[in-house]
């Protein structure tokens, strides 16, 4: 496990909202913010500032737009966004492989004991 580094993990797609986010777009494609919102159970003020971050740092891009007198923001992830949000499952996928063949191992290792 020596070389999978966890304290590069991208602390921007790292935190739940983020991650919940970046993982709905990349699935559905782009949602609007209620969608969003129903969809990762969080508050209005929770979600705007989690998807203005994720907007600061070019991983999503809004689209905002008047459906008759109301506001619509429509969410995309970015070409940024995707590289950011694969990168960081390489690394979990990485994390996860270590810690499988680290469990596999010390299971052969306990069955060859003598009780």
Request: overall charge positive; glycine content about 6%; charged content about 25%.
């Amino acid at each position: 496990m020596a070389s999978i580094n966890l304290n590069d993990l991208d602390t921007t797609v790292h935190g739940p909202v983020r991650l919940g986010i970046l993982s709905a777009l990349q699935i559905d494609g782009p949602l609007d913010f209620w969608t969003l919102k129903k969809r990762l159970r969080t508050a209005d003020g929770s979600l705007a500032m989690h998807l203005q971050k994720l907007e600061d740092v070019n991983y999503i891009a809004g689209k905002r737009q008047l459906v008759g007198k109301r506001p619509k923001t429509t969410y995309r992830m970015t070409s940024a966004g995707k590289k950011a949000f694969m990168d960081y499952l390489n690394k979990i996928q990485r994390l996860i492989d270590a810690i499988e063949d680290t469990t596999k191992h010390s299971i052969i290792k306990n069955s060859y004991k003598r009780p």
